[in-house]
Each structure stands twice: as C-alpha cells, then as structure tokens.
C-alpha cells in the first residue's frame, strides 16, 4: 500500500483523527503527511526529526542498549516499537511498521477519542499496510 493510501486511511478510520503522517527512519525523511487544519510548514518540517529523536535518540538508544546486555540480547532490532503522547489536546499515536521497521507512522486524535479504539485501530491499519 502507497504512503498516501496509509495516510488517508489513517486520516480517515482513526476515530477523532486530525492528521497523520510517515515517517522513514533511514533518511529522516517525512514521506507523507495530511491534516484536517492548516498547520504551519514548519511545524510539519520538525515532524520527522522529532520523531527520529523520539525513538532513536541517544538516550532511547542508550536505554535499549542497556535492557539488551541486561538481557544478553545481540539483536539489532529496536525495542521501542510505540510511543503514546497525550497532550493538553491531542492523542499522539506514533508506531513502527511491522513489515518495515524503518517506517513510522503516525496519528494525532482529539483528546476525547477513546484511546482503546485509536490504538487498536491504527495498529489494524498498519499492520496490514506495507510502504
């Protein structure tokens, strides 16, 4: 499935979704995104940086690295495969794909949206879709 169908379905089935967007890990690279509102470019352009430090800061990288020697784990792969931030306003929802690592994708929901249902939405979404 395109980056753009991953987007609109996200944007779409997502109860109370107001944007979503993908993200590639390798390049740093914002490979789509959609909103319901107009945001400014900036913040858009911030998205994919913030989520790259998000799940492979230093620190994050630090931690995972640490719970792996604890664990005697010489995988390469990240533990950190979801990360769930509610602010004042929003549910943001941001996930690796299962088929492709690399990629994150993300959803924003108003606060009120159940959060049981965002989640287990969003995981259908993308555990079906490949980039």
Known sequence: MSVDTI???TLSEVPKAV??????????MLLGTK???????????????ATKELFEGDMIMNIEDTFKKARGDTSSEHYFQ??????KNLIHVFSRLASA???VVTVVCRINANLGLVVTKFRQIITTDTV
């Open 7 to 9: 987007v609109s379905s």
């Open 19 to 28: 944007a979503a967007g993908v993200v590639d890990m390798e390049t740093g």
């Open 82 to 87: 979801e990360v769930i931030v509610n602010s």
């Open 101 to 103: 690592p690399h990629i």
């Open 35 to 49: 909103t319901t509102d107009s945001h400014p470019q900036a913040v858009l352009d911030m998205l994919a940086a």
